[in-house]
């Protein structure tokens, strides 16, 4: 088996090598075209006779390389930077709750001892498999009915309460040894203590790439704004990205790289992190409630 292994080794890489090509050809291909003049984008991909998008064939590389489409997104037109700060600060406080709902919710469904724990697993397992269509319109007649709607409270705590957060924290949780946490009982009777300086601190590389990935699903939600924001002032960037192809052609792929910035900073910077803190999920996740 190893030797036939290393034999299709070559292929095997060269594969993997192709599906991640093609993976990153449109991140590429936006890049080359963000450093395009307005006017080029325009030439290139309207055609004015029938105003169509994308009629025309498009050229990899610019004829000359410009920062216009720069400037009109982050200092020209104040929209585009003040909807990047939105997501920002609604990321950000996503985040914050959704680590604080994660982290004690799975806590308890780890660590606990009640009556119907594991039927509460089985519970949090099947709600994040729902997607959110679902839950669409019960959760706007819910903003209505608290006075949230057109608020970003209302998207707080919609992305706060993520039970796909709170399942994840659960597995790492769950790899704390049970004796740490009865030594631990020995000193204080605080769950909030044990929690923050036994089981946090020994589960903190899965916390974190728990935070990480909350980070990445609210900064890309659209269908949550769209549903329960209304006034185009507290838009996210996502917001403004989904429509940008067809309302403003000539600064979109400049406006997508702003977008993507964030989420390929943190991979970047974090990517061993996060990869490590998912790996022990992937080793206790079979075990039983």
Not at 3 to 9: G, H, I, L, S
Not at 269 to 286: D, S
Request: net charge negative.
């Amino acid at each position: 088996m190893t030797r036939a292994f290393r034999r299709a080794r070559p292929a095997v890489l060269a594969a993997l090598g192709v599906l991640a090509a093609a993976y990153w050809f449109p991140v590429a291909f936006a890049a080359l075209q963000s450093l395009v003049a307005p006017e080029e984008i325009i030439a290139l991909h309207v055609d004015e006779a029938s105003d169509v998008y994308g009629s025309l064939p498009c050229a990899l590389l610019p004829r000359a390389f410009s920062w216009r489409q720069y400037y009109e997104v982050l200092l020209h037109d104040s929209a585009y930077l003040m909807s990047f700060w939105n997501s920002a600060a609604l990321s950000l406080m996503c985040t914050a709750l959704s680590g604080l709902v994660s982290v004690g919710l799975g806590f308890l469904l780890a660590k606990g001892r009640f009556f119907l724990r594991g039927a509460a697993v089985r519970f949090v397992a099947a709600t994040m498999l729902l997607p959110w269509q679902a839950v669409m319109l019960p959760e706007y007649l819910l903003s209505r009915a608290l006075g949230l709607y057109d608020s970003w409270a209302a998207l707080v705590l919609v992305q706060g309460f993520s039970s796909l957060g709170v399942f994840l924290a659960l597995q790492f949780l769950r790899a704390v040894p049970d004796e740490l946490i009865d030594v631990a009982s020995l000193d204080t009777s605080s769950s909030l203590t044990i929690l923050a300086r036994v089981a946090c601190p020994i589960a903190a590389p899965g916390l974190a790439a728990c935070a990480a990935m909350a980070f990445a699903e609210s900064w890309s939600m659209v269908e949550q704004p769209m549903t329960l924001l209304r006034d185009e002032l507290k838009y996210p960037l996502s917001m403004l990205v989904n429509t940008m192809s067809v309302a403003h052609m000539e600064i979109a792929f400049a406006c997508a790289m702003v977008y993507l910035f964030p989420i390929v900073a943190l991979y970047v910077f974090c990517g061993r992190g996060l990869c490590g803190g998912l790996a022990p999920a992937e080793g206790k996740g079979g075990e039983g409630a």
